[in-house]
Nanobody
Framework: VQLQASGGGLVQAGGSLRLSCAAS????????MAWFRQAAGKEREFVAG??????RYAGSVKGRFTISRDNAANTVYLQMDSLKPEDTAVYYC?????????????????????WGQGTQVTVSS
């Protein structure tokens, strides 16, 4: 699976951005995808993904970010609203086989085998 992320940029606090991640190389419907981020000097952290029954979010972004997927376009999106300076990070999309393990441990980077190149999101105060 090859992943191509786009949509990052510079935005003022309170603004919005929409990230896209296009997947190729494997049947899209058989893979699960997620978004992680890594701020400077910090470890990579889970942002949003899919589990049994729907989407899941990190507590810090819940209510502000929305993950969605378009199977026809082989693309997953991350709509980010009400952005805060603390959302500044490199955002990565990740993909892995849709298994019971990946559905249960969607927040764990180890269940994803494929990673995009990352896209920078900078939120100014």
């Amino acid at each position: 699976v090859q992943l191509q992320a786009s949509g990052g940029g510079l935005v003022q606090a309170g603004g919005s951005l929409r990230l896209s991640c296009a997947a190729s190389g494997r049947t899209f419907s058989r893979i699960t995808m997620a978004w992680f981020r890594q701020a400077a000097g910090k470890e990579r952290e889970f942002v949003a993904g899919f589990s049994w029954g729907g989407s899941r979010y990190a507590g810090s972004v819940k209510g502000r970010f929305t993950i969605s997927r378009d199977n026809a376009a082989n693309t997953v999106y991350l709509q980010m609203d009400s952005l805060k300076p603390e959302d500044t990070a490199v955002y990565y999309c990740a993909a892995g086989l849709a298994t019971a393990d990946s559905r249960s441990n969607y927040y764990t980077s180890s269940v994803y085998d494929y990673w995009g190149q990352g896209t920078q999101v900078t939120v100014s105060s």
